[in-house]
């Protein structure tokens, strides 16, 4: 009596029976959505997409936001809520 053979056979038509389903979309793929590719970012303060942004708050009240080099100019004169918190390029490691 070969028990190996056996279950091995068992096992070899179970597989044979089962319905393998479409591998899932790797985690990156999900993590990095097409509609993620914005080249140019509007501008909160005109709606004016610039090549340039500025990720400051004008209002603490309101949080971060992306400002255009002169909207960015104009929240930032006489604005003690006024924080600057990074600039973002559109051509970035081009
Ligand atoms: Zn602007």
Not at 54 to 83: Q, S, T
């Amino acid at each position: 009596m070969d028990e190996h053979s056996a279950l091995f056979r068992i096992f070899g038509s179970r597989m044979n029976s089962v319905h393998i389903p479409p591998q899932p979309r790797p985690a990156y793929a999900e993590a990095m959505p097409a509609t993620h590719r914005v080249r140019e970012k509007p501008c909160a303060q005109c709606g004016q997409p610039s090549p340039v942004m500025y990720w400051v708050i004008r209002e603490e009240e309101e949080g971060w936001v992306f400002l255009c080099p002169p909207c960015r100019r104009k929240a930032e004169e006489g604005n003690p809520e006024y924080r600057y918190g990074g600039t973002w390029k559109a051509e970035k490691g081009r």
